[in-house]
């Protein structure tokens, strides 16, 4: 059985809008869990390069500068991730 952490999406059938997010937390970098909601921005406090999966499963490593990016991610990996974010949705 698959115990790893998925990630919920509140928006699985709504285009992306320019709605203000409803809730932000902190982004712990995981290698096996999904964060707890997928994101639909990520806020780049510490720039660096982002491992990450995408809401539709691409995995990808980004290099993101500090700022708002509207990205909708699901998980962000320890192993290859050197900056530091807040997420939102």
């Known amino acids: 059985m698959d115990n790893t952490?998925?990630?919920?999406?509140?928006?699985?059938?709504?285009?992306?809008?320019?709605?203000?997010?409803?809730?932000?937390w902190i982004v712990v970098p995981?290698?096996?869990?999904?964060?707890?909601?997928?994101?639909r921005a990520l806020c780049v406090t510490?720039?660096?390069?982002?491992?990450?999966?995408?809401?539709r499963g691409t995995e990808i490593v980004v290099p993101l500068e500090a700022g708002w990016h509207p990205l909708r991610i699901r998980r962000?990996?320890?192993s290859g991730t050197?900056?530091?974010c807040v997420a939102g949705d």
Request: cysteine-free; aromatic content about 8%; charged content about 25%.
């Open 46 to 55: 510490k720039a660096g390069d982002f491992h990450v999966i995408t809401a």
């Open 5 to 24: 952490k998925k990630a919920i999406d509140h928006y699985p059938h709504s285009a992306t809008g320019l709605d203000s997010l409803l809730d932000l």
């Open 82 to 84: 050197t900056g530091e």
């Open 76 to 78: 962000i990996y320890a």
């Open 30 to 39: 995981d290698d096996d869990n999904d964060m707890p909601f997928v994101s």
